[in-house]
């Protein structure tokens, strides 16, 4: 017990400082995990070394933005990846929100915009609330 108490003293002191695991080393793993599971299907060899590199090189870079203490950088490049990300994640999350609601139908506008209209009323006029265009839809 008092091993481990000293160990994560130690982990914690060397880790002062350092970025730490952030969402993008997270992202990094998953990639590399992914790449790595598809190297199993993989049978060409020269693909599958060529994986293998890529696999290293993102497991390095994950460790590499760990330890590093240059903060400001591996912040922003954090902040970077996440204003790409997290588009695509709630894209995802509404997705399956508008699949699992068997309550309404959703339409989409032109402008991009989804409407919800109430299932079962029959036809209806839709008044888009994001661009205003009218169109009839039936529910
Ligand atoms: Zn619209």
Redesign the pocket.
Known sequence: MRFMNRLRDEIARFMYGRNGVDQLVWATIAAELALNLIGVFVRSAALYHLLHVVCWALMGLAIYRMLSRNLARRRAENERFLRWWRPRRDAVAGARERRADRAHKYVR?????Y?RVPRGVGKVELT??????KKIVKT
């Open positions: 506008c032109s402008c991009g915009a409407c888009c609330p994001k661009c205003g265009k």
